[in-house]
């Protein structure tokens, strides 16, 4: 932590840490480089975090037609979680009319196979409401342990994907600074020591991060589930003092979105 910041409360004199402050574990090889660490095949789970824009012009068709679309459009969304269970399908839906300009809603999905999402994709391409649609932003990502937060004793945090549990998810791309991966491995693994600590009193807030390294623009995509917003914006406030935010690059576009079923995105739609 620099002088700026100062020494956090709860701090004892000699102590290089927060009093209750859980001891961490460094990764000394956090890639794999200097080890030669074996590539990881191991099952993992993708994210799709797909928005949608409506025409404006599908409004203007009659109330009946509408209908008969949006049913359709349903139907279509939703089979697509008639598949075995092996597949590891999963849907949350939310709505974004209201509080993002570019985007009316979004479908965040989850499954084992990348081409579950193109068969989703597919599906609603083939309906007539399909038409009406456009994608502003499209975000992929991957499940994995997390090196930062698994190294406290005992935790299993970083393990579990909990999707879609609150009434709002805030979802961002991330990028860190190329001068982040050249820093040593405990001068990261303080830094986010402290963005952990820093996050701790934030219960009602629960983080899903996910890594895009090389198979999308940005480097992970965090979506912060909660049933309290303004939880999450004074988490974020607080997160703005921690040094790691020195080494953020991007975090934008952030989206609020709202979850609805199916039926009530549409209804909210036209």
């Known amino acids: 932590m620099s002088e700026e910041h100062g020494k956090p409360q709860g701090v004892p004199e000699g102590s290089g840490r927060p009093s209750g402050r859980p001891r961490m574990m460094v990764d000394l090889d956090p ?57 590891g399908r999963i849907l949350r839906t939310y709505s ?15 499954a084992f196979d990348l ?20 994608q502003p932003h499209n975000f992929i990502s991957m499940q994995k342990r997390s090196q930062y937060v698994n ?6 945090h970083g393990l579990e994907l909990l999707p879609g549990e609150g009434t709002y998810l805030f979802v961002y791309p ?22 952990i600590y820093a996050s701790g009193p934030f ?12 198979i999308d623009d940005q480097e992970f995509v965090v979506a912060f589930d909660s049933d309290y ?17 020195l080494y953020t690059q991007r975090d934008t576009p952030m989206f609020t979105c709202i979850k609805k079923d199916v039926a009530g995105i549409l209804e909210d739609l036209a």
Do not use: C
């Open 31 to 87: 890639s794999g480089q200097v080890s030669q660490r074996d590539p990881d095949r191991a099952r993992r789970q993708y994210l799709n975090y797909a928005f949608y824009r409506l025409d404006p012009a599908f409004r203007r068709l009659p109330r009946e037609e509408q209908a008969e679309l949006k049913r359709e459009f349903e139907q279509a969304v939703m089979g697509w979680l008639d598949a075995p269970a092996e597949a």
């Open 229 to 245: 917003p303004q939880e999450f914006v004074d988490l974020v406030g607080r997160l703005r003092y921690t040094e790691a935010s």
């Open 151 to 156: 190294r406290i004793e005992g935790s299993g």
């Open 115 to 134: 081409r579950d999402f193109q068969e989703a994709q597919a599906r609603i391409n083939r309906t007539r409401m399909g038409g009406y649609l456009t």
């Open 203 to 214: 219960k009602g807030v629960r983080l899903n991060t996910s890594y895009s390294y090389g």
């Open 96 to 110: 974004t009319v209201g509080v993002r300009s570019e985007a009316d809603f979004m479908f965040w999905r989850m």
């Open 174 to 195: 991330f990028v860190k600074t190329r001068a982040w991966y050249d820093l040593s491995p405990h001068a990261r693994q303080g830094m986010m020591d402290e963005h």
